[in-house]
């Protein structure tokens, strides 16, 4: 009995939710939406059934199944050659000529004209698995044979290198995974958007709140433009918030369609319309109903993206908010009192208590449990203290300051760059500080000793670019290691040894050299064991010649320098005073006796000589680079982006970029600096220029990319910029941990890398 042709387009109204195994994800609740009436641009979807067979008449799958059953996931150049030998077979191997047909007529049908072409992952027989594939968007597509092959690319995309060693690392058989293709109308939207159906920030799950500006929507996802905000009552859809943001410029097509590199581009919006409310009120209600309905359809919260191109309002994707945080978690309304100070908010809470003002690191034993620290500005000798207090406020510092890091590291509010708080505040006076507004009000205004920054409640979610975390005190690696983190992506070495709180070169003249080593590997020991197998890659030491100075014995052998920022630090001492360098590897050899996934970064390189001696030194020392044993560099300083091929050529597994230092190198401002604290912003054109470069030239050479500095705990913007570029890693302060996988999990999908749904 001769088979029966496989369906290769289903039209939106034929496909519902439950039909994920033959469109995917995006598809099957675009077919949803479509089917219950709701507004959605028409389309069509090239099945999954079309892809297998696809497969099996281009006599493909065998083949396939030839390279990637011989490929070691592990080695690097291997699984990329494989992948681009195994997407070379499909997007040369001639379709079908049928299905290509049907494509054309489908295509014909919905009018031709500009359409995205969109993948949509599916498994078949594994619908609990959520694929964390680099699948392929193609937007603006024309014409009947350039559909057609964005369809096979889209098929093509399944086996991106990323794709091949996530299925690998689950276990997941290659051949029952397929892929459907999504081909939409594209709405050259006047007007976009998102709209949630919970209040996200609150989980009020009474409210609606609507985002809306003008031009595409890519900016308002991204973070990149600051929308209108309408926040509704559910039931009675009644107006109860607005707030009209200005808006300078938009979004759109490019209309020179010879223009290959530039789909859309940014143009001014004129001044009389800037101002101006983007949504009419009308609008506002109308999409409230469609949001509203969609909520009713799937049963929970939704997060829903949509765009207006005229008179029409379109839903072009929904799916569940993954954000929603306890209602408790942050203060129910904005906390009021007698303002005394005003500074930079740097970590979030807000907490009571009297003040202890500290005015040199000796000073610390005088704080109590619970008290406020107030200081010019925190070094890594304050620890102690910090770990102690309810709060910090400080005279000194932007939000990359010592104090800033630490602070969120810690959970514990904090307020930097308020000038003078060492001067307006009295000794054990009550006071309560708010981390949330970077404010300072006279004696108790709030009803809990302490109120906790908000904490995000949701479940794991799988990403391809790996989620790290920043971290220094041994006392959190256990709690933070339980959490949603592939790993730590920065470790700072000042906990633990503002914890042995002598300066190494004073412990050596005494032969006490071995008790630095022993606390050191003892630190370290701590966070490979929480954290094993995920990697925890170590930053050597860092102190600048003030920290170093503040350690016991530190004064004999550290000079005064008029800006330690730039002073004799990280890469510089190792080869210098190789006897202090020796025992922090030896502590690090120490602890890989048990666990291989310490690994080593170098800080603040400086030349690639510099490099090369630092390499050449831990080779000598017993950790050169292995399988198992990778060392890293930091990228901080501008000359590590200009001549990043040679630094790689040096023999490096990865960097990680260290945008602040990276920041204030590039602008020359002073990170610390409170007046300049507008003019520091990681998302400067000459700073992204850098980030750009790095990532494109290391994905090239197939080095490990990563970022450690404070940028991705702050903008989530930039932290959608990395991704797209092709970032690996992203490594964020304890804080900001499931805030950033959220946001890498959306943009992965955006770019069809990721697709939760499917």
Known sequence: MKKRPVKVIAWFDEIGKENIPIAGGKGANLGELTRNKVPVPPGFIVTADAYFQFLREAELTDRLRAYLNSLNPKDTKMLQDTAFEVMQLITQAEMPKRMADEIRKAYQKMGQGLVAVRSSATAEDLPEASFAGQQSTYLNVQGMANVVEAVQKCWASL??????????????????????????????????GVAFTAEPLSSDDKKIVIEAAYGLGEMVVSGELTPDLYLLDKDSLKLVEKKVA?????????PDTRDKKRKNIKVPIPAKDQSRQKLTNKDITALAQIAKRIEELYQCPQDIE???????????????????????????????GVEILSGLPASPGAAAGRTEIILHPSEIVNLKEGEILVAEMTTPDFVPAMKRSAAIVTDRGGRTCHAAIVSRELGVPCVVGTSNATKVLKEKQLVTVDGFQGKVFKGKVISEQKIEAPTVLKPRIKTTTRLYVNLADPDLAERVAARDVDGVGLLRAEFMIANIGEHPRYMIEQKRGHVFQDKLSEGLHTFAKAFNPRPVVYRMTDFKTNEYRNLKGGEKYEE????PMLGYRGCSRYVRELDIFKLEVEAIKKVRESYTNLWVMIPFVRTVKAMEEARDALAALGLARSADFKLWMMTEVPSNIILMNKFIDVGIDGISIGSNDLTQLTLGVDRDSPKLADVFDERDEAVLWSLERAISITNRRRVTSSICGQAPSVYPELTAKLVG??????????????????????????LGMHSPSS
């Open 159 to 192: 086996f991106e290198a990323r794709a091949i060693f996530y299925r690998n690392e689950q276990k997941f058989d290659h051949f029952k995974v397929g892929i459907a293709v999504v081909v939409q109308r594209m709405v050259q939207s006047e007007i976009s």
């Open 246 to 254: 200005t808006q300078e410029w938009q979004l759109v097509r490019n």
């Open 725 to 750: 570029w092709g970032i690996n890693s992203v490594s964020v302060n304890p804080d900001m941990i499931e805030h950033t996988r959220g946001v890498i999990a959306r943009v992965e999908e955006d």
């Open 306 to 336: 949509w765009a207006k191109d005229g008179k029409n309002i379109y839903i072009v994707q929904t799916r569940p908010i993954t954000t929603l945080k306890p209602p408790k978690d942050g203060p129910a309304e904005e906390i009021k």
């Open 560 to 563: 005064v320098e008029e800006n």
